[in-house]
């Protein structure tokens, strides 16, 4: 199956500062979305981008589908920004439904 | 409009016993999805139902059974616990049926956090 490998594995940042978040994957994808984990363990979806750029807000989000990547912009960062970050992927191969592979996540903290 | 709900929330279990897990969604979608989130890893897919009346294994399946019990619900059971089904489990769901690929987003319920002991 598809692998998905995102980088790094843990970030600190201060309140203010930007960073970019990476999630590298093994196949061609048609499906790729972001997702935020609060701290309180909800996952909400940030950007469908199977390729392309996409912004909402201080969030963007940038796929290169033809070398396999996808990068997630925080700018100006806030402590309402720390969770973990997820990318989750959908190969080509895969039959019904939207079937996603998750990777095992960015864990971001900003403090004051 | 509430998404997608959970129950319960959190739920302690002995070794051998059973329980079943409820997700609904009101957002009319057709595909549903079952997940667990072990700590330091990302989700992985249980069972999903990409309709009405279908279900299929995910990359985990071992050990859980599904039913699809129309298209706004969509439970999962653990017939005889063991320690290894301690994990936060998630259901989704997304607004197109099986055979379409590619623009569906996925939109989660708040999970179940289950020990078994």
């Known amino acids: 199956g598809i692998q998905v490998e995102q980088s790094p594995p843990d970030l600190i940042l201060q309140e203010g500062a930007n960073s970019t978040l990476r999630c590298n994957f093994s196949d061609s994808v048609n499906n790729l979305q972001w997702f935020h984990q609060n701290p309180w363990g909800q996952l909400i979806n940030l950007f469908y981008?199977?390729?392309g750029t996409k912004q909402n807000g201080r969030l963007s989000a940038t796929t290169v589908a033809t070398e396999r990547y996808s990068l997630l912009y925080i700018s100006s960062s806030q402590t309402t920004d720390s969770g973990v970050y997820f990318c989750a992927v959908e190969g080509w191969d895969t039959g019904t439904a939207s079937k996603l592979t998750f990777g095992t996540g960015t864990r971001l903290q900003v403090t004051l | 409009n509430a998404g997608v709900t959970q129950t319960p929330k959190f739920q302690v279990l002995k070794t051998g016993q059973s329980m079943t897990l409820q997700c609904a969604q009101d957002?009319?979608?057709?595909?549903m999805y079952w997940y667990r989130q072990d700590p330091g890893m990302g989700l992985r897919l249980i069972y999903y139902?990409?309709?009405?009346?279908?279900?299929d294994k995910g990359e985990v399946p071992n050990g859980y059974n599904v039913s699809r019990l129309n298209k706004r619900e969509f439970s999962l059971r653990l017939e005889s616990a063991a320690p290894s089904q301690t994990s936060v489990y998630f259901c989704?769901?997304?607004?197109?049926?099986?055979?379409?690929?590619?623009?569906?987003?996925?939109?989660f319920g708040p999970g179940t956090r289950l020990t078994v002991l």
């Open positions: 981008i199977p390729s």
């Open positions: 139902s990409a309709s009405e009346g279908t279900t």
């Open positions: 957002m009319n979608h057709n595909s």
């Open positions: 989704a769901s997304s607004r197109l049926a099986g055979g379409f690929r590619g623009a569906d987003t996925q939109y």
